[in-house]
Nanobody, 118 residues
């Protein structure tokens, strides 16, 4: 089993910044993929930033140039620096990891609310 705990959400004005972090209960070094999803009210959950199986970073068009994902294997954390936030970034943000624990499985954090006011 893997537990993921997000932190760092909150309320910010448009144009501001927030930093989210996801702490894993075990080493992330062997995780196949890790990423951030978000779900706005009435919308589907979407993947917008992540590390692929090769370690390369990927971003959705809506966040390119504004958000940066990083990882610290020593601290078992993945963080998301969000700059130039827009009201449309308002959503619940979830950390996700794909891990092999006898079989491949996806794990999710509990989510953290990000609200961007105009």
């Amino acid at each position: 089993q893997v537990q993921l705990v997000e932190s760092g959400g909150g309320l910010v004005q448009a144009g501001g910044s927030l930093r989210l972090c996801c702490a894993a209960s075990r080493s992330i070094f062997s995780f196949n993929r890790m990423g951030w999803y978000r779900q706005a009210p009435g919308k589907q959950r979407e993947l917008f930033a992540g590390f692929g199986s090769s370690g390369a970073t990927n971003y959705g068009d809506s966040v390119k140039g504004r958000f940066t994902i990083s990882r610290d294997n020593a601290k078992n954390t993945v963080c998301l620096q969000m700059n130039s936030l827009k009201p449309e970034d308002t959503a619940v943000y979830y950390c996700n990891a794909e891990v092999f624990t006898g079989q491949w499985a996806a794990y999710w954090g509990q989510g953290t609310q990000v609200t961007v006011s105009s």
